[in-house]
C-alpha cells in the first residue's frame, strides 16, 4: 500500500507571551504518514498538547508551515479551517465533551450533519454503524449522563469517527479513565488502526499505552527528541 | 450553512433552560404588551381630543373678513394710475360680510375632486330674550344635511333630532348652556332679536353639547334658510363656505388657490389649530418613548441570559467548533435563541396588548364634555402591532447579537486545555 502523507509540519515554533516570553515549540518538523498509529510522549509542559492543537488546526498562532492532506493550512480562514476540521480530522479529548442536550447517537451524528455531503438517513445509518464497531450500540438513544465515563468517551470517539477522517487526534483520551476503560479505549484504537487502516495521532503521558502504538514521538523542552 | 441543523441545536440549548428562556420572553411579552396597550390608549385619547376640534372644523373656511375694500374706486381710473392718492374715512361695506356670488362657487367647489363636501353657514349674532334680560349669542344657520355628513352634527345633538331643524319652519337647537341660563324645555318657544332690532319667535327642537362650555354658553343652530329670513335676506346670503378634503395635508395650498380664485378670505385647519398637532404629537411622542424604553429593559433580560447561557455551554461551543462548526454557526445559534425568546415573547405581546387595549375600552369614562363618550377612547391602529413586533424584533436581535459575537470568537483551545 503507498504511504501517503496526511499532515506534514515543517519547522513549526510556538511562542507564548504571558506572563514572559516562553518558546513552547522550537522547530518541529514531523510526518505523518497514513494508516500510522503515532503516540506523542513527554514530560509535562514538554509543548506535546499545544504541538497537537497547531497539527489540529484549532491554534493558528504558530509559525512554520503545516500541511493536511497535501494543502496548506497557512493563510486559510476561520471558517475554512473549521470545514478542514469537520471533514479530514476527528478529535477525541480527555473529557467527552458531549453535548448532554442530545441523546448518544445525535452526539455522534453532529459533525456528520454539519459536513452535510449525506442525508440524514444515511448519517444516522453511519452513526450506528460506529456505534456497533465500538460496542456501544445499545445506548444509541440514551441521553450521555446515562452512561458510564469509559462508554462516554467510546460515544466521543464514534463521533471522531463519523465523517470518516484522514486522522483521529487524541489529547490524552485515556487520562480521565480507571485501567479497565483506559484498556477497552486504547483497544478500541488498536482495532480502528489494524482493522479499518484508520491514522491515529494519541498525546498521552502513559508509557504504557504509547509502547503499543507504531511510533512514539518523544517531546522535550519545545522539541522533538530524536 | 445548514439552518436546519443549526435550529435544531439552539433549540435543544433553549429546552434546557427552558425556564430561564421563559422569563426572558415573559419580559418581552410584558414590555409589548404594555407597548400595545399604551399608544392605543394614547391614541385614542388623541384622537377624541382632535376629534373635539378637528371633526368639527373645516379644512377650509372661506369668509370674508369686516375689512374696507383693498381698491377704492380711485384707484381703477387710468387717469390717476401715475399718481398718489389719499382718501380719509374710509368704511366698510354693511353687506361685505356675505359671500359674492355664493351659490356659483358651492357649485363649483362640488365638483372639484378635493373636495369631500361643501357646507354653506350663515353666522350672525343675536340675541336671546329672556323676559327683560337679553343674553348675547350666535346663531349658525346651516345646511342639516351637509353638516350631519361632514361635521357629526347628528352626535353632539343631545336631545331632540337634527330631522326637525330641518323639516320645521322657524325652529332651533339650543347650545345647553343657553337653554340651562334660559331654563327652556324640548318644544318651547322663545324669542330672540337680531342685531338689526327684529324680535323673532323660535321652536326649540333640540339641544347641543359641543363638549366646550364656552361655546355651548352662547351658540344655536338654526336652518341656514330660517337665518336668512331672521335677517330678511335672499337664500343666497351666506357668510362661510366649509369645506372638507379627502387629503387634509392639501388644505394650506388648496386654501391659498381659493382665496385667490374667489377673492375671499380663506383659512385651513393647520393654521386654524396649529396647537392641537403639537399637543398630540408630543403625547405620541412620550408614549412611543416609554413603550421603548419597556422594550430595551427587555433586552437587557435577553441579554443576561443569552450570556449566563453561553458561559454554561463553554464546553459545547468549544467542542462544537472543534467538530467543524464555524464562528458563525455558533453566532447564528444563539442569534437564533435570541430571535425564537423574541418573536414568542413578542407574540404573546401583541396578543395581550390586544387584549389590554379591549379591557380599557370597557372602563367606564363619563365627562360632562363629552356626551358622547362612555369608556375609555382606545384606538386599535395596525401600526402599533406592526411597531411592536418590529420593535421586539430589532431589540432582541440587539440583544443577542453581543453575547453571540462573544460566544462567536470563543477559542476552543482555552476551554479544552483548560481543564
Known amino acids: 500500500m503507498e504511504t501517503k502523507k496526511i499532515i506534514e509540519a515543517q519547522n513549526i515554533c510556538k511562542s507564548f507571551y504571558e506572563p514572559t516570553e516562553i518558546k513552547v515549540l522550537n522547530e518541529v518538523n514531523l510526518t505523518i504518514n497514513n494508516g500510522e498509529f503515532v503516540s506523542i510522549i513527554g514530560k509535562s509542559g514538554c509543548g506535546k498538547s499545544t504541538l497537537l492543537y497547531i497539527l489540529s488546526t484549532m491554534d493558528t498562532s504558530y509559525t512554520g508551515n503545516l500541511s493536511i492532506d497535501g494543502v496548506s493550512m497557512k493563510d486559510k480562514k476561520d471558517a475554512e479551517l473549521a470545514l478542514v476540521r469537520n471533514e479530514k480530522i476527528g478529535f477525541v479529548f480527555q473529557f467527552h465533551y458531549l453535548l448532554n442536550e442530545f441523546n448518544n447517537i445525535n452526539n455522534v451524528m453532529l459533525p456528520g450533519l454539519k459536513l452535510n455531503k449525506k442525508n440524514k438517513a444515511e448519517v444516522e445509518h453511519d452513526a450506528s454503524e460506529k456505534m456497533k464497531i465500538l460496542g456501544i450500540q445499545n445506548e444509541a438513544l440514551k441521553m450521555p449522563n446515562q452512561l458510564s465515563s469509559g462508554q462516554k468517551q467510546r460515544v466521543a470517539i464514534a463521533r471522531a469517527l463519523i465523517n470518516s477522517p484522514l486522522i483521529i487526534m487524541g489529547d490524552e483520551p485515556t487520562g480521565n479513565l480507571d485501567k479497565k476503560n483506559s484498556d477497552i479505549v486504547f483497544a478500541t484504537f488498536k482495532e480502528l488502526a489494524e482493522v479499518y487502516n484508520q491514522s491515529l495521532l494519541i498525546v498521552t503521558h502513559d508509557n504504557d499505552f504509547a509502547k503499543n502504538t507504531h511510533r512514539i514521538i518523544e517531546m522535550e523542552d519545545g522539541r522533538i527528541k530524536v | ?419
Request: charged share 15%; proline share 4%.
Open chain 2, 1 to 419: 450553512m445548514n439552518i436546519r441543523l443549526i435550529t435544531s441545536i439552539s433549540i435543544s440549548l433553549l429546552k434546557a433552560r427552558l425556564k430561564q428562556t421563559m422569563v426572558a420572553a415573559f419580559g418581552v411579552t410584558f414590555s409589548i404588551t404594555m407597548f400595545i396597550g399604551l399608544l392605543s390608549f394614547m391614541a385614542g385619547l388623541n384622537e377624541l381630543l382632535d376629534n373635539l376640534i378637528l371633526s368639527r372644523t373645516p379644512h377650509i373656511r372661506l369668509y370674508n373678513e369686516v375689512l374696507p375694500s383693498k381698491i377704492q374706486p380711485i384707484n381703477m381710473g387710468t387717469e390717476f394710475s401715475n399718481s398718489y392718492n389719499f382718501i380719509q374715512n374710509i368704511k366698510p361695506k354693511a353687506d361685505i360680510l356675505s359671500i359674492k356670488n355664493s351659490q356659483a362657487i358651492i357649485n363649483y367647489l362640488r365638483k372639484d375632486v378635493d373636495v369631500i363636501g361643501v357646507a354653506p353657514k350663515l353666522v350672525v349674532p343675536i340675541f336671546y330674550n329672556l323676559g327683560n334680560i337679553s343674553l348675547t349669542g350666535v346663531i349658525n344657520g346651516i345646511d342639516v344635511d351637509a353638516e350631519n355628513k361632514l361635521f357629526a352634527f347628528r352626535d353632539y345633538t343631545t336631545t331632540g333630532t337634527t330631522e326637525k331643524l330641518k323639516n320645521t319652519p322657524n325652529s332651533i337647537i339650543l347650545g345647553i348652556g343657553v337653554a340651562k341660563k334660559m331654563l327652556v324645555q324640548l318644544n318651547d318657544n322663545i324669542q330672540i332679536t337680531s342685531i338689526t332690532g327684529n324680535q323673532y319667535p323660535l321652536k326649540v327642537v333640540g339641544f347641543f353639547q359641543s363638549g366646550m362650555e364656552e361655546l355651548d354658553k352662547v351658540q344655536s343652530f338654526t336652518s341656514l334658510a330660517t337665518t336668512q329670513k331672521l335677517l330678511n335676506k335672499p337664500n343666497s346670503y351666506i357668510t362661510d363656505i366649509q369645506l372638507k378634503l379627502y387629503d387634509i395635508n392639501k388644505a394650506p395650498n388648496i386654501a391659498k388657490n381659493y382665496k385667490k380664485l374667489f377673492a375671499t378670505e380663506a383659512i385651513d385647519i393647520q393654521t386654524a389649530n396649529a396647537q392641537f398637532e403639537t399637543g398630540s404629537s408630543v403625547r405620541t411622542l412620550i408614549s412611543y418613548a416609554v413603550g421603548i424604553t419597556l422594550l430595551i429593559v427587555a433586552g437587557f433580560g435577553i441579554y443576561n441570559i443569552l450570556n449566563m447561557m453561553i458561559y454554561e455551554k463553554m464546553d459545547s461551543i468549544a467542542i462544537l467548533k472543534a467538530t467543524g462548526f464555524s464562528g458563525k454557526d455558533v453566532k447564528t445559534v444563539f442569534i437564533l435563541i435570541a430571535l425564537t425568546i423574541g418573536i414568542l415573547g413578542g407574540l404573546l405581546g401583541l396578543l395581550f396588548g390586544f387584549g389590554l387595549s379591549a379591557i380599557i375600552s370597557t372602563i367606564p369614562f363619563s365627562t360632562a364634555s363629552l356626551p358622547k363618550v362612555k369608556t375609555y377612547p382606545v384606538s386599535n391602529n395596525p401600526m402599533f402591532y406592526v411597531t411592536g413586533a418590529i420593535f421586539s424584533l430589532i431589540t432582541t436581535y440587539m440583544a443577542g447579537y453581543f453575547p453571540s459575537k462573544k460566544a462567536s470568537k470563543i477559542d476552543p483551545v482555552d476551554i479544552i486545555r483548560g481543564k
